[in-house]
T-cell receptor, first 116, second 113 residues
Framework: KAGVTQTPRYLIKTRGQQVTLSCSPI?????VSWYQQTPGQGLQFLFE???????NKGNFPGRFSGRQFSNSRSEMNVSTLELGDSALYLC???????????????FGPGTRLLVL | GDSVTQMEGPVTLSEEAFLTINCTYT??????LFWYVQYPGEGLQLLLK?????DKGSNKGFEATYRKETTSFHLEKGSVQVSDSAVYFC????????????FGRGTSLIVHP
């Protein structure tokens, strides 16, 4: 079974631009979560999508948004990029996600975003 | 709110040494506890988990026991290898709360031959 895939793996943008990242979950998984990982703040939860609906949201500004498609693939968008948005963005999938709390999340390799 | 505290790293050990990485947590509900490992350039991989008090999670020689009385979930391995060099994250998901997964800051482990 193929794992979680993320594209692109690396991205360089300039301040003020916007960016869209993509995540394809493991086949059959309906929950997709996004995380931001930085040396300063560690791993922070952005949001979770389940069946095309945002089910949970972390403490990030509205510039960070996402969506999920009917095939469970998810995209994350960051508008008006700031230098502080430079990070590794990780996507994780699971069968049903947060409804159980015990479920294992499977992470992709991440997209490394550099904002200049 | 929920939080996870891990020991600061890096932890530097010689091959075959005993490893302990401390993790303590605070949670409002009844959390499940996890250890994830991140190798350079990769995403996180689940190493082990425990879903209730006194459960022991184990995988690849690593173990951790869910201690509710001390709110701890320390990671141990009896004999580390160079290939264990990575960053280790302790995490919780709070089944009784609103559920936003909470991760520790990560502990870097460096194992020398």
């Amino acid at each position: 079974k193929a794992g979680v895939t993320q594209t692109p793996r690396y991205l360089i943008k300039t301040r003020g631009q916007q960016v869209t990242l993509s995540c394809s979950p493991i086949s059959g998984h309906r929950s997709v979560s996004w995380y931001q990982q930085t040396p300063g703040q560690g791993l922070q939860f952005l949001f979770e999508y389940f069946s095309e609906t945002q089910r949970n949201k972390g403490n990030f500004p509205g510039r960070f948004s996402g969506r999920q498609f009917s095939n469970s693939r998810s995209e994350m968008n960051v508008s008006t990029l700031e230098l502080g948005d430079s990070a590794l963005y990780l996507c994780a999938s699971s069968l049903v996600g947060t409804s159980g709390g015990k479920e294992t999340q499977y992470f992709g390799p991440g997209t490394r975003l550099l904002v200049l | 709110g929920d939080s996870v505290t891990q020991m600061e790293g890096p932890v530097t050990l010689s091959e075959e040494a005993f490893l302990t990485i401390n993790c303590t947590y605070t949670a409002t509900g009844y959390p499940s506890l996890f250890w994830y490992v991140q190798y350079p350039g990769e995403g996180l991989q689940l190493l082990l988990k425990a879903t209730k008090a006194d459960d022991k999670g184990s995988n690849k020689g690593f173990e951790a026991t869910y201690r509710k009385e001390t709110t701890s979930f320390h990671l141990e391995k009896g004999s580390v290898q160079v290939s264990d060099s990575a960053v280790y994250f302790c995490a919780l998901s709070d089944q009784g709360g609103s559920y936003i997964p909470t991760f520790g800051r990560g502990t870097s482990l460096i194992v020398h031959p």
